[in-house]
């Protein structure tokens, strides 16, 4: 039961950080806000600590099969991707402009969050939540100047 409060935990933080990287794009009114970027950090940060749990819970001798994390951590961001792909847009009103890159962007940041959390790297998760959202919020003031 401890191990599962502690993934609770985890999915807890990931998913404040991934909310803060939402408010941002939902301030900015993109198509991923603050709910999507907090499923995204959440369920990458369950999924990565289930991962850890899976071969110990199903009784498999560790001598006989390795578990590979690095497998769950492309399944995350193989889904991210696809999630991602469907924010990015052609605006046709606009000289086919393209939109949702950084959207897309940002969701597979949060996904890395989710990762980073689950795997217990809180400094490297908060840190990079930090520097995200100066990046956002600068890169926002930098593009509106040019």
Do not use: C, W, Y
């Amino acid at each position: 039961m401890m191990v599962q409060l502690q993934i609770l935990g985890e999915i807890v933080l990931a998913m404040l950080l991934g909310g803060a990287i939402g408010f941002e794009r939902e301030a900015a009114d993109k198509p991923a806000g603050l709910r999507t970027h907090m499923l995204v950090a959440g369920s990458a940060a369950m999924l990565t600590g289930l991962g850890s749990v899976m071969v110990t819970r199903l009784g498999v001798d560790q001598s006989v099969i390795s578990a590979d994390p690095i497998r769950i951590i492309e399944a995350v961001i193989t889904g991210i991707t696809f999630l991602g792909a469907g924010t990015i847009i052609r605006n046709r009103d606009s000289e086919n402009k393209i939109e949702g890159l950084t959207t897309a962007a940002s969701l597979l940041l949060a996904a890395a969050l989710g990762v980073a959390v689950a795997l217990q790297q809180f400094v490297l998760a908060v840190g990079a939540a930090v520097i995200v959202l100066a990046i956002l919020h600068g890169g926002r003031a930098i593009t509106r100047r040019l």
